[in-house]
């Protein structure tokens, strides 16, 4: 990437998901574990934008993780410049309002990244980052549009239009989670991807975006900054004027209404690991189809995946099961069916 | 029972068997655990031999169970008369012995329950006892020959041999654990029935023909009382004159050799609860045919055994499972497979 300057990665920490219990939970969220490797999901995300050409990250997070998503950014050598903690959760254009008036608010290129997604091709984000930088300087909003390979119903969707520069399409339209018949259709037509919340932008034209279509949610974080508390690289927004935020996503908020917003597809091994069967899908099985992890001793067991902490789970016969199992909780539920997750938590409410 | 004489319950509480890991180990056997009821399987078994026509019964357990036996005995008003603490295991025969010896080696009638078998039946096991007591009473050795409802290959048979009194058989024959094709055999004959390992004879006559036929086993268990060491109503036998004595069985011992050895056959609800599926057989099922103990949180789960110590299992859509967790283990298997828990045992070693 021969970009003079450098991109400020934006790492959005606000997830406190409950989609892998038992393993997530609002203590220690999806991006706080490792689940895919030895690096957490928040790890993996701060590594994949760092080096030559990318800032020391912003991170905006939940003011209870501070002193943790410290602690693991130091451990790859990704310490944050600035480590957002945000009061309340306002959902995500208030969280990157505040990422971009931490940055500055000037041209700098922001890539905003969930820290929960799994990436496997880091090379061909990277390449997607470089397509795109051309219209970001430009001041467009640019998103990545995952290459779908499912009629997925549980993501938003984008229709891809003419190509405004090599591999950079104006958005067409975003389509919102669709019913399953439209999300076969939109597969089978091609010519739309997913949107996996994953953009680039300079953080003066996100900010003058928002002035135009969500001023409220600029105001707000304007004023939660300038009377932010600063502690070494923390930065505490002023918890009232914060609140006063409406609680909008930046697709709602901004990406939906700007003229000048851009798509490039990619396909980089996304997930956004919503479940244990999509960890499952990702992960190398043993000769029997088996994922397990920690202390597990399987017989005569195949596709299942399996995961022990602080526990030992001792198996046999079973076939296409999910077992998660710390010292307080064990989840048990066939393969396929880990979605419903939900409807444990719910009950168990 | 119009008896004169009480009956001195003779407790087992020797098995260390680890059929219902992870919940049963050697720290906590089977016997020592509420399995069935509020009350735990040794509990339930002193409750059935309690009352009017019984006196306080002699308890040979391991020594490391002292404490716990003692508090479970006296938390349901069935203290021991004595407490025999095996230095080692040298299975039954040997432990009876020390307990006739206690007993004072009169005509005492003994009854000898093994302390981790399920009798739902009570009034038809004191109806079996009272058949049993005039023959008992002249020197026959007594065993309960319990009605078989399946061809099992896990249990000694008996074959049940011409009447000497109401209800009171000679034993044709010990049949040991016989082939699949056997034991349908003795099945379908209908004149065979399982041996439960329950006896009852006069202390006299058990250690007479112990000297005919096991000479070196009462000679150990002799010298090992005649050493012992008392504490209250704990005896320590000799741990070396004990430690002497050949490891034998009751029935390989006495029962196979000794000439008036008579069995009463009887059908009383009998288990002796030896897998997890025995346990769900056992038990009461909701409406979904599931038996869920501790805390279970199922959702659309079906015929499946759940039981939870200190942690929360949830379950989802699944069927015909078996699970078990403590907040150490947790044992995964279908059912109709609980018995290759010994499996995993020989994996874990």
Known sequence: MPETTSIIPVILSGGSGTRLWPMSTPETPKQLLALTADETMLQLTAQRASGDHFAPPIVVANQRHAEEIEAQLKAVGTPAQALILEPVARNTAPAIALAAL?????????????????ITDTDAFHAAIHAARPMVDQGWLVTFGIDPHAPETGYGWIHVGEA???????????VEKPPRDRAEAMLAAGDHVWNGGIFLFRADAFLGALAVHAPEVLHAAQQAMLKARHEGARVHPDPQAFAASPSDSIDYAVMEKAPRVAVVPVSMGWSDLGSWDALHELSACDGSGNVCKGDVVAIETENCLVQADGVRIALVGVT???VVANGKDVLILPRGRSQEVKKLIEAMK
Chains 1, 2 share one sequence.
């Open 102 to 118: 931490a940055a500055g608010g000037g041209d700098a290129a922001l890539l905003i990244m969930p820290s929960d997604h799994v």
């Open 164 to 174: 405004v520069a090599p591999r950079v399409h104006k958005v067409a339209r975003f």
């Open 320 to 322: 296409d099961l999910i």
